[in-house]
């Protein structure tokens, strides 16, 4: 999900998502709710099943089987929009009470709703289990257009948001990252990970002790040079 993210103003919109269903016990009820569904699901298709015996009709049985997990999958879609649609309104209210902008979170809704295009293979893991609708992306855009005055994440987030991903990407894609030819800090921050993934320890730490040499006082180079 990190990786996915372009801004830290993604990543924090998403947080702030993630925190209503969190606020909202979601993941308590939705198992509540499976249970109840699937019950649903049964006894329409032991109806159905009683009724095509009834009728000695093998195809009706069948038909009665499909009927309940259609039921349920339908059941279990409109129970799913409406903790997708709770959420988003609780992470609206949380961004805007902590003066951060919104953006960031429909930036992020509308990747994941052009993913709704390519096969399910290809799909992030995120964008499976939260479906994305024209109608979520349209209530939060109106409420950035409903602001009388727009919101900024701290400057400085820019730079930790790229740091983090170079941390993720080195140790994730050390192959990839040990390529890696940018100068910038998180560019050697992810290579000297991914030397030190691969085992070329000496390289490694020549990287990581000139980043220390940039910046003597941060204890994210030091734990890595620990690690080493």
Known sequence: LILETETPEELVGVIAHETGHIASGHLFRTREAIDDITTQALLAQLIGIAAAI?????????????????????????????????????????????????EGLVRFMEKLAAQELLPESQQSEYMRTHPVTRDRI???????????????????????????????????????????????????????????????????????????????KNPWFHELKGQM
């Not at 349920?72 to 997708?84: D, I, K, N, T, V």
């Not at 930790?160 to 890696?180: D, I, N, Q, T, W």
């Not at 030397?195 to 990287?207: F, G, K, M, S, V």
Request: glycine letters at 6%; hydrophobic letters at 45%; charged letters at 25%.
């Open 138 to 216: 349209d209530f939060l855009q109106n409420a950035i257009d409903a602001q009388r005055r727009s919101y900024s994440a701290p400057a400085e987030w820019a730079d930790l948001h790229a740091r983090m991903k170079a941390k993720l990407y080195g140790y994730l894609f050390p192959e990839r990252a040990v390529r890696e030819t940018g100068t910038d800090i998180p560019a050697r921050y992810a290579r000297a990970i991914a030397l030190y993934r691969r085992n070329q320890t000496a390289d490694a730490q020549a990287e990581i002790d000139k980043l220390i040499a940039a910046e003597p």
């Open 54 to 102: 009834g009728a000695r009709s093998g195809d009706a049985g069948m038909a009665a089987a499909a009927a309940g997990a259609t039921l349920a999958q339908q059941s279990f879609l409109r129970y799913s929009r409406a903790q997708e649609s709770a959420a988003d309104q609780a992470g609206l209210r949380y961004m805007q009470d902590a003066r951060l902008p919104v």
